[in-house]
Every structure is written in structure tokens, then in C-alpha cells.
């Protein structure tokens, strides 16, 4: 056989299976030719993948509905999932500690899980605690008073005693504690290990470098950074001072690695975002730092007013403010935590405390409450039917619970 008659024969062959093939799947007419049967595959080709992309558009249209119809969902009700009478809530105070609520009197620190039942209870003597929580971590003093005890979830960790009144004090992840010791004119800035020993000290006065009014360590407890207050010629100033407790502070005096002073100007509140990030709040704004061994100013941003309250958490800061713009009295701006804003949204609400949990803003008054999320929709806000608002905590999803005069109750927006 010749190769020319072959090389016929063999086409012959794949034109007929061609032929077969595309009447199997094909309802057009018969394919006569190799180049034929090329040319309707790439629009075979073409016709599926427009199919593929329009469903894969409409998948996806799908999902951003979901998502944005889950963001902006608001409730207009709740139930009462549990509760439990509590006789102790108006001598108690109550704070969210490690996903179970951590409450603390003059007698008593407890862990309670959402249902109100003891999970610890230590007992303890003080006339004024107060509790400050980071990470895993729980430092409650005797403001005004001369001890300190250190918790976890496990129940406590250590025992402090100091041996001047005890001003303010801080927590690490690990359990060391920053303190503001007061004597008279004169104050300290103390830093002890859990188990009660003292890591370092440092003397301070009105005079250098000013009345320290509020200091916080770093979460990895290496830094500490206190705000003072000096008042000179009638002029007030505000000076933030960094220190480093590892090998960069050891070779500077007081261990002091930053300081920054800010005249005409009050800074109340300064706290750490985590091991490097940490904002001094000011009556005219804020001012975030950055550095693990030396902090340093990132950003200032300027109030736009009067600033009503202030709130924040790990990740995020929010301002409130007078407004006169439409008929809301108020609007909060919410910022992350490299200073930029994520949302502004005007209120109506009357509320006597605001706060994070667990990403969303809480608002709450005796009689009522308003829950908003980090996108600035409100989801929910009313009354309380069954008794007088002491705290409100978002255990997980739409689930919170409401501390009472009477008792604890767990509810379920929706």
C-alpha cells in the first residue's frame, strides 16, 4: 500500500470518528473536516467558558449579597436565653476575662462562666478593688490600698504587697505588674513579678517629671509608658515617657528609652495595644507610638471637637462627639489601630457608659442599651424589660450577657 493511499485511509478514519463523536454531544450537523471540527470546538470552548464565568459572577454576586446583608442585619427584639439571681450585682463589679466574666467585690475575686455558675472563687480582703485584664492576665488591687492579687483562668497566680498606697496599676500577658505608688508629694513607679518581688522602681515629683496620672506595659512586659502631668507658670503640659526593662533600657538612666512633652495639653489615659503599639489619649485628640525597644510618635490625629467619651480595645480607638449636624446629638468615630478612621456614624442615645466587646461598640443606660459593629450599623437598640443595666458583655454571635441589679441573664438578639 501506498503511503499517500495510507495517510487517506487514516483520515478517513478520524473523520469518521470525529463525525461520531460530535453526534454523540453535538446537535449539529455532521463535521466534514479536521479544521472543521477545530474551529466548533473553540466555540464549544468559548460557549463554556462564558458559561463558567457567569456562573462564577453570579456565585460571587451571591456571597456579597450574604455578606453585606449579615453586615447591615438589625434586630428588633431579644429572648432570654438563661438566668441566674445574683444577690451580690450592686457590690460587685464585672468584667470580661478570657471568654467567661471575672466578678470581684471587697470579699471575693470569682470566675463565672455565661450561665452565672462559679468556675474559681478566691476569697480576699480590700475596700476598693479594681481590676485591670490583659490577655490571660488579671491584676486586682486595693486602690488606695497596699495589696495586689495576680489571676488567670486557673485562679490566682500571685500575691503582691506594697508599702505605699497603690494609686493605679497594670497588667501583662504574663502576669508582671506596673504600679503608681503615692506618698505625699512624692510618687513611684513600681514593677513587680507576680510572685510579689520587685523587678524595678523609680522615684517621681511634681516638679520632674510630673504627677503621673496613668500608665500601661506592653503585652509582652517589657515596656512600660506613663503619662505625666506638669503645671509651670500657670501653663499645663503633658509628657509620655517610655520604659525598657530589657538590654536596650539597661544602659540608659531609669531605664527611660523615649519621652515626649506636649504643652497645653492633658493626656488622661495611655494604654498598649499590644507588645509595640501603644496611644496616649488627649483632651484634644490622640497620639499613637510604634517600637518593641523604642517607641516612637506614628501619627497625631486632631479631636473635631469637644471629645464626650472615649473607647477602645486591642484593635480599634473611638471618639464621641457633640454634633449639631442633622438631629442626632452625637457622633462616634471609630479609628484602627494605625490611626485611621473606619467609620463615622451620628446617634441618639442617651448612655451613661460605651464600650468594645468583642468587636462591637455597647452603649448602655440603667433602662436601655444600643449595640453597634465595627461598620457603624446599629444592631440593635432598646429597652431592658426585666431590671436596671449594671454591664452588658457580648459572649459570641449575637449573644450577650447583662449584668442586673437582681441577677445575670444571657440574651439572644433576633
Known amino acids: 500500500m501506498k503511503i499517500g493511499q495510507k495517510t487517506k485511509e487514516l483520515a478517513d478514519r478520524v473523520r469518521g470518528r470525529i463525525a461520531a463523536v460530535m453526534r454523540r454531544g453535538d446537535p449539529e450537523?455532521?463535521?466534514?473536516?479536521?479544521?472543521?471540527?477545530?474551529?466548533?470546538?473553540?466555540?464549544?470552548?468559548?460557549?463554556?467558558?462564558?458559561?463558567?464565568?457567569?456562573?462564577?459572577?453570579?456565585?460571587?454576586?451571591?456571597?456579597?449579597?450574604?455578606?453585606?446583608?449579615?453586615?447591615?442585619?438589625?434586630?428588633?427584639?431579644?429572648?432570654?436565653?438563661?438566668?441566674s439571681d445574683q444577690e451580690d450585682t450592686?457590690?460587685?463589679?464585672?468584667?470580661?476575662?478570657?471568654?467567661?466574666?471575672?466578678?470581684y467585690s471587697g470579699d471575693e475575686v470569682a470566675l463565672i462562666d455565661t450561665g452565672g455558675e462559679t468556675i474559681w472563687s478566691d476569697p480576699q480582703e480590700m475596700e476598693n478593688p479594681v481590676a485591670d485584664i490583659c490577655g490571660d492576665s488579671c491584676v486586682v488591687y486595693d486602690k488606695n490600698g497596699r495589696t495586689?492579687?495576680?489571676?488567670?483562668?486557673?485562679?490566682?497566680?500571685?500575691?503582691?504587697?506594697?508599702?505605699?498606697p497603690i494609686m493605679k496599676a497594670r497588667t501583662a500577658s504574663q502576669g508582671v505588674v506596673?504600679?503608681?505608688?503615692?506618698?505625699?508629694?512624692?510618687?513611684?513607679?513600681?514593677?513587680?513579678?507576680?510572685?510579689?518581688?520587685?523587678?524595678?522602681?523609680?522615684?517621681?515629683?511634681?516638679?520632674?517629671p510630673g504627677y503621673p496620672v496613668d500608665l500601661d506595659v506592653s503585652e509582652n512586659g517589657l515596656l512600660i509608658g506613663v503619662a505625666y502631668l506638669t503645671v509651670a507658670d500657670n501653663q499645663v503640659s503633658s509628657y509620655v515617657a517610655f520604659y525598657n526593662f530589657g538590654n536596650t533600657g539597661q544602659n540608659q538612666m531609669d531605664n527611660m528609652v523615649s519621652g515626649y512633652t506636649y504643652d497645653d495639653v492633658v493626656a488622661p489615659r495611655i494604654y498598649y495595644m499590644d507588645a509595640s503599639r501603644a496611644a496616649v489619649l488627649r483632651d484634644d485628640g490622640f497620639v499613637l507610638y510604634q517600637g518593641r525597644q523604642i517607641p516612637e510618635e506614628t501619627k497625631t490625629v486632631q479631636a473635631e471637637g469637644e471629645i464626650v467619651s472615649t473607647f477602645f480595645d486591642e484593635r480599634h480607638l473611638g471618639l464621641v462627639y457633640h454634633t449639631t449636624e442633622g438631629e442626632d446629638p452625637y457622633r462616634m468615630v471609630v479609628y484602627d489601630a494605625a490611626g485611621n478612621e473606619e467609620?463615622?456614624?451620628?446617634?441618639?442615645?442617651?448612655?451613661?457608659?460605651?464600650?468594645?466587646?468583642?468587636?462591637?461598640?455597647?452603649?448602655?443606660?440603667?433602662?436601655?442599651?444600643?449595640?453597634y459593629t465595627m461598620y457603624g450599623v446599629c444592631r440593635y437598640q432598646g429597652s431592658l424589660k426585666e431590671g436596671s443595666i449594671q454591664n452588658i458583655f457580648r459572649v459570641a454571635g449575637n449573644r450577650y450577657m447583662v449584668i442586673?441589679?437582681?441577677?445575670?441573664?444571657?440574651?439572644?438578639?433576633?
Do not use: C
Not at 495586689?148 to 505605699?164: C, D, H, K, P, W
Not at 467609620?343 to 448612655?351: A, L, M, P
Not at 442586673?404 to 433576633?414: A, C, D, R, S, V
Open 404 to 414: 442586673m441589679e437582681n441577677g445575670i441573664q444571657t440574651i439572644k438578639l433576633g
Open 90 to 103: 450592686q457590690s460587685t463589679q464585672y468584667v470580661g476575662f478570657g471568654g467567661h466574666v471575672l466578678k
Open 29 to 83: 450537523t455532521p463535521v466534514n473536516s479536521v479544521p472543521e471540527y477545530k474551529e466548533r470546538l473553540s466555540r464549544k470552548r468559548k460557549r463554556l467558558l462564558i458559561r463558567v464565568g457567569a456562573a462564577a459572577a453570579a456565585v460571587a454576586l451571591v456571597a456579597v449579597a450574604g455578606i453585606l446583608t449579615a453586615r447591615n442585619w438589625q434586630y428588633g427584639s431579644y429572648k432570654v436565653v438563661s438566668s
Open 148 to 164: 495586689m492579687a495576680v489571676y488567670n483562668s486557673e485562679g490566682r497566680q500571685g500575691f503582691i504587697e506594697t508599702s505605699l
Open 343 to 371: 467609620f463615622s456614624q451620628t446617634f441618639d442615645f442617651s448612655y451613661d457608659n460605651i464600650q468594645i466587646s468583642q468587636d462591637q461598640i455597647i452603649m448602655y443606660n440603667s433602662n436601655e442599651f444600643a449595640i
Open 178 to 208: 506596673a504600679a503608681i505608688l503615692e506618698d505625699g508629694e512624692t510618687t513611684w513607679i513600681n514593677f513587680y513579678d507576680k510572685d510579689g518581688s520587685e523587678i524595678a522602681t523609680g522615684k517621681t515629683s511634681v516638679d520632674s
